[in-house]
């Protein structure tokens, strides 16, 4: 599938850092309040820096970050770019 400009992309990865709550071990993450990251990663699309509008565990799912941004509405993504993700 192909994302486009102005489209929310889920990023899904793990390693999310502190949470604004606390989730155990082997626990489904809650959906709400959702556990959140409390500081948000930078996520670059290209050579673009994409609005992060989401970031924290995903809801009922075990260890699972869940990242959603922002695709730019800029002419200079197009075709396959890459995505970096820099964790604060």
Do not use: C, H, K
């Not at 995903?58 to 075709?79: E, H, M």
């Amino acid at each position: 599938m192909r994302a486009r400009r102005n489209e929310v992309i889920q990023i899904f990865a793990t390693g999310a850092g502190p949470l604004t709550q606390s989730v155990a071990d082997g626990v489904p993450a809650p959906g709400l309040p959702p556990a959140q990251t409390v500081l948000a990663p930078r996520v670059f699309i290209g050579p673009e820096e994409a609005a992060v509008e989401f970031s924290g565990l995903a809801p009922g799912y075990v260890g699972l970050w869940q990242i959603n941004a922002r695709v730019p509405d800029v002419a200079s993504i197009t075709g396959q770019v890459p995505v970096v993700i820099v964790a604060p």
